[in-house]
């Protein structure tokens, strides 16, 4: 397993789930759809320079958990948006397990935040919609 991807809609209620696998014999990655039903879904060749990292290690946390995280660092940067979507991957990073996430909130906010394996917070940024319209 090379990463886990998840989206987590705390108004739509429309959560997805992911889990992608590489296989070195074919070059190929691949994942599984996980909703209603397991859906496989074909991914692409990798170049013969990179092959994604491997999942390491098991995560000691979980949505609740992260949810959490992300809402006491709001209260700590007094960031009072309310929590819309939360798009999440678990992912090896420079040999590191690590969990991205963009966080959609109220206002046309985006946080961006970084948590190691264990939880622990390694990047929280907030930025808007606008920031990235700027530069489009």
């Known amino acids: ?35 209603d039903e397991v859906t496989l879904i074909p991914l692409e060749m990798m170049s ?19 949810e959490a995280i992300i809402l006491r660092e709001m209260a700590n940067q007094k960031i009072t948006n309310k929590l819309q979507k939360i798009i999440l991957i678990f992912q090896n990073h ?6 991205f996430c963009t966080v959609f909130i109220s206002g046309f906010g985006i946080l961006k935040v970084h948590l190691d394996n264990k939880g622990k917070l390694v990047l929280f940024e907030k930025k808007s919609l606008f920031d990235f319209i700027k530069k489009a």
Do not use: A
């Open 48 to 66: 013969e320079d990179s092959t994604p990292g491997k999942l390491i290690t098991d995560f000691e946390i979980d949505f609740k958990d992260i």
């Open 94 to 99: 420079e040999g590191n397990d690590m969990i």
């Open 1 to 35: 397993m090379i990463s886990c991807f998840f989206i987590l809609d705390f108004e739509g209620g429309e959560n997805k789930y992911s889990l992608d696998f590489y296989s070195p014999s074919k070059n190929k990655m691949f994942g599984f759809q996980l909703n």
